[in-house]
């Protein structure tokens, strides 16, 4: 059984950053596509970032280009999203997730695995 396991969330003013973690389980967390959603309260779960199985190619929704970083670390099997210049508007329950294939995608409907979510407020 797969299962994922954020940290890092928590409360900071507009302007910080904070670096989130997702710990997977299994040993072949290599092979997979991993991403980051999240969710605000009464919005729909929104794609933030993707990243293939090797790191090799990364996407970002536009509203965090620029800002947020996603990456991975396979020895660890952990995948990372640091996230700078942060608004009041990034606030919401942060979610990582696992394909069962080694590519990104942006909807969610194409992730198996879930985390439990981890909760990122903005303050202004």
């Known amino acids: 059984q797969v299962q994922l396991v954020e940290s890092g969330g928590g409360s900071v003013q507009a302007g910080g950053s904070l670096r989130l973690s997702c710990a997977a389980s299994?040993?072949?967390?290599?092979?997979?596509?991993m991403g980051w959603f999240r969710q605000a309260p009464g919005k729909e779960r929104e794609f933030v970032a993707g990243i293939t199985w090797n790191g090799g190619s990364t996407r970002y929704a536009d509203s965090v280009k620029g800002r947020f970083t996603i990456s991975r670390d396979n020895a660890k099997n952990t995948v990372y999203l640091q996230m700078n210049s942060l608004r009041p508007e990034d606030t919401a329950v942060y979610y990582c997730?696992?394909?069962?294939?080694?590519?990104?995608?942006?909807?969610?409907?194409?992730?198996?695995?879930w985390g439990q979510g981890t909760q990122v407020t903005v303050s202004s």
């Open positions: 299994g040993r072949t967390f290599s092979l997979y596509g």
């Open positions: 997730a696992r394909r069962l294939v080694s590519s990104i995608s942006t909807r969610f409907q194409e992730y198996e695995y």
